[in-house]
T-cell receptor, first 112, second 113 residues
Framework: GDSVTQMEGPVTLSEEAFLTINCTYT??????LFWYVQYPGEGLQLLLK?????DKGSNKGFEATYRKETTSFHLEKGSVQVSDSAVYFC???????????FGKGTTLSVSS | NAGVTQTPKFQVLKTGQSMTLQCAQD?????MSWYRQDPGMGLRLIHY???????DQGEVPNGYNVSRSTTEDFPLRLLSAAPSQTSVYFC????????????FGSGTRLTVV
């Protein structure tokens, strides 16, 4: 079945550092890919998405490119802020389109 | 514009008790899902629905029931609560297109003692 694997956390960075959170997936066909963010004590918010190969999703300085050849959707940000501290989830919506399949999440902690 | 509304926000149950977690959306979304979030496990799909009258099991359905009598509502029932069901529960809804993300509620934190 479809699955998502993302790097284990926690990831601890200083403010203005470069961020990469790796995400790879297994799916038949051409899924849509998503990054969600969860701030402490809150629900999940959609951060960005990409719906076909080579698409780049971007939002709030975060970017991720849908790489079909490596089945990856790595999240990047050039300069993190303390306010980016949160849990980040990679997810896919497969060809059946019924529900999202999530990775286990990566906790990011940014210090000033 | 409320989005996805979950009630209650917090609940403590005794082992063996039953209860219903409520979920309602006002976006006329066809698809709705229930997830549980546990430390180190990410979000796991419990049940989902692709429209009124249609439900199906996800990854971890045991101990939970759902029904979908209207487009707006998708309640999750715990028939006989167990400590293993202590978790944070999220309801989400979406349009029926592959390219669309899900909108999440704010969650219900359930403790079974």
């Amino acid at each position: 079945g479809d699955s998502v694997t993302q790097m284990e956390g926690p990831v601890t960075l200083s403010e203005e550092a470069f961020l990469t959170i790796n995400c790879t997936y297994t799916a038949t066909g051409y899924p849509s890919l998503f990054w969600y963010v969860q701030y402490p004590g809150e629900g999940l918010q959609l951060l960005l998405k990409a719906t076909k190969a080579d698409d780049k999703g971007s939002n709030k300085g975060f970017e991720a490119t849908y790489r079909k050849e490596t089945t990856s959707f790595h999240l990047e940000k050039g300069s993190v802020q303390v306010s980016d501290s949160a849990v980040y989830f990679c997810a896919l919506r497969g060809q059946a389109g019924t529900a999202l399949i999530f990775g286990k999440g990566t906790t990011l902690s940014v210090s000033s | 514009n409320a989005g996805v509304t979950q009630t209650p926000k917090f609940q403590v149950l005794k082992t063996g008790q039953s209860m219903t977690l409520q979920c309602a959306q006002d976006m006329n979304h066809e698809y709705m899902s229930w997830y549980r979030q546990d430390p180190g496990m990410g979000l796991r799909l419990i049940h989902y629905s692709v429209g009124a009258g249609i439900t199906d099991q996800g990854e971890v359905p045991n101990g939970y029931n759902v029904s979908r009598s209207t487009t707006e509502d998708f309640p999750l029932r715990l028939l006989s609560a167990a400590p293993s069901q202590t978790s944070v529960y999220f309801c989400a809804s979406s349009r029926d297109t592959l390219n669309y993300g899900y909108t999440f509620g704010s969650g219900t934190r359930l403790t079974v003692v």
